[in-house]
């Protein structure tokens, strides 16, 4: 039986669980939080008032955490790309209305808030250039994305855990600074998106896991190879008004990293929790090609972290047309 046929029959044995995964990894629409319960409400009297107290504590939020968060929304803004991705995987039928499309349309629903409540805040902020951004998602939802996986499942359900993980570091981060700077309502805001990333983590990592068990080898040969390749962020074809496909995923990335919001470092303890989370050690029943893919895992993190330590941040960093520096400190 060919490779692609074995993960064809793999799905469909994950894809009887999925009603048991939705029960226990996403919550239903009238029970999660919204973003109009996170942001002043425009039916209420003191709308005006709660906009103009938003705006105050938000001046004192620096340059560079200013450039992050909005690179974070334009990320979560990018969805429809990530969804269209999906639909595309080995074993994923949007005609037949199958479960692993109810899984994607239902995990989407619950992304599309994040860049929803975020982007509304940032309007509401008026310390950003609201228009450059809206033009920098609209460019990356034209461009797409191509994050290396191709219609594998493997592959992708690797990518989804590791990304998901890396989200859930990045807004629970900017959720601290936001609280250091004493702005509760982002701090509250982002912590729910943190927490929302985390569940979703935990239902691909599962996913993994049981896929360990009925196929071990070429799981294991998949996470190496994504690990080998490096995992692509969502946004690295993310670009300015005016501009090509270039530097600026790059330059957000450096702001990213002077803040401490998601660093080089993040990246290798993210690898390190996979190997770890799934236990790569222990598996059983590997053919030859595998064992060493596994070989290779289990050495990579302290390679990287080397790596990580000789890398060299810019002081200073790029001005973004997103983030005028006359609007921040």
């Not at 450039?67 to 949007?94: C, K, R």
């Not at 959720?175 to 990333?197: F, W």
């Not at 691909?204 to 995992?231: G, R, T």
Request: hydrophobic residues 40%; negative net charge.
């Amino acid at each position: 039986m060919s490779i692609q046929n074995v993960r064809l029959e793999v799905m469909q044995f994950l894809e009887k669980k999925i009603d048991t995964f939705v029960d226990e990894f996403l919550i239903p629409v009238e029970k999660i939080w919204q973003p109009t319960d996170l942001l002043p409400n425009s039916q209420n009297e003191t709308f005006f008032d709660d906009v103009k107290e938003l705006r105050e504590i938000a001046k004192d939020l620096p340059y560079d955490f200013w450039v992050t968060l909005v690179g974070d929304t334009i990320t979560e803004e990018a969805l429809p790309t990530y969804e269209s991705w999906l639909m595309n995987v080995e074993g994923v039928g949007q005609e037949g209305q199958n479960g692993w499309s109810k899984w994607i349309r239902q995990w989407t629903g619950e992304e599309n808030r994040h860049g929803d409540v975020l982007n509304k805040y940032l309007y509401l902020s008026g310390r950003v250039n609201m228009r450059e951004i809206e033009m920098t998602t609209q460019h990356l939802i034209n461009d797409g994305f191509d994050i290396g996986t191709s219609n594998d499942p493997y592959k992708n359900f690797v990518y989804t855990s590791f990304q998901e993980l890396a989200t859930y570091v990045s807004h629970n981060r900017v959720a601290q600074i936001a609280k250091k700077y004493g702005d509760k309502k982002l701090h509250k805001m982002c912590n729910l998106i943190a927490g929302d990333e985390m569940r979703h983590h935990l239902a691909y990592s599962e996913f993994i896991n049981q896929i360990f068990k009925v196929d071990p080898s070429e799981m294991m040969l998949a996470f190496q190879h994504m690990m080998k390749h490096k995992i692509t962020m969502p946004a690295h074809f993310l670009r300015e008004s005016g501009q090509k496909i270039s530097t600026a995923f790059e330059q957000f990335s450096d702001s990213a990293q002077r803040i401490g919001v998601y660093t080089a470092a993040d990246y290798v303890d993210i690898m390190q929790k996979l190997i770890d989370k799934w236990e790569i050690d222990k598996i059983s029943g590997l053919t030859d090609e595998a064992e060493k893919a596994r070989d290779f895992l289990m050495k990579l993190p302290a390679r990287m972290i080397k790596v990580s330590e000789r890398l060299v941040i810019p002081e200073t960093g790029h001005i973004f047309k997103w983030v005028e520096p006359a609007l921040v400190r």
